[in-house]
């Protein structure tokens, strides 16, 4: 049986957001958000949709992690052999969408990916959990494999492989970066007269204005 969705409603509320009163960077108001996103929403919290499109014009979207933010831009990683890896390698932008919902708050982000440097992600790479290195060899992303026993074998022969060695970051694992060429920030509000600010590098420098719920 289907289940009717279409009533379902959700007040949203949350304090104002005006375009005279943030800040003219918006990575300023991008750390103060997740700041609160991670008290908010806890492991959750940087938890964002990646949106890329492939040689098609196809858009492919999925959930992802974010692990660094600077002025530079948005950091996560993965398998580079991925269908996302390819398509960045093809289309070398991408969307993000964060949602937080204890929040009432949504950001929006777009840009220009490319890899960041093997150091950085060597880094990251040896920060990560055991078991979480052996992961990135084990998996061979986005392929077709014929059931979990095939994971299981590869994880004991990789475990073999390493036992007592440190685990080397493979070649086909790293970090993207998406370098933000619009940022946009939409607080809840009520009556679905939402607040939306948002910010378009041009130029060299940013520009902020408020946008029509």
Request: one cysteine or more.
């Amino acid at each position: 049986m289907t289940r009717n969705i279409a009533d379902i409603r959700r007040d949203y509320e949350g304090g104002q957001l005006e375009e005279d009163s943030v800040p003219g960077d918006p990575m300023v108001l991008f750390d103060e958000w997740m700041t609160l996103a991670l008290d908010a929403e806890g492991d959750d919290g940087n938890t964002m949709t990646l949106a890329t499109a492939d040689s098609q014009g196809l858009p492919h979207a999925r959930i992802v992690l974010l692990k660094g933010y600077d002025d530079r831009g948005m950091v996560f990683y993965t398998n580079y052999h991925s269908h996302k890896g390819s398509e960045l390698a093809n289309v070398p932008h991408a969307a993000l969408v964060f949602w937080w919902p204890s929040l009432s708050r949504q950001v929006r982000i777009e840009g220009r990916v490319e890899q960041v440097d093997q150091e950085e992600s060597n880094a990251y790479f040896n920060s990560r959990p055991r078991a979480s290195q052996l992961g990135a060899w084990i998996a061979t992303q986005s392929v077709v494999i014929p059931g979990r026993q095939w994971i299981k074998e590869r994880q004991h022969r990789f475990e073999q492989a390493y036992e007592g060695q440190e685990i080397p970051r493979p070649v086909h694992w790293g970090g993207y970066r998406v370098t933000p060429e619009m940022i946009e920030f939409w607080q809840g509000q009520p009556s679905r007269l939402h607040d939306r600010i948002r910010y378009e590098h041009r130029d060299g420098s940013w520009h902020c204005f408020r946008m029509a719920p």
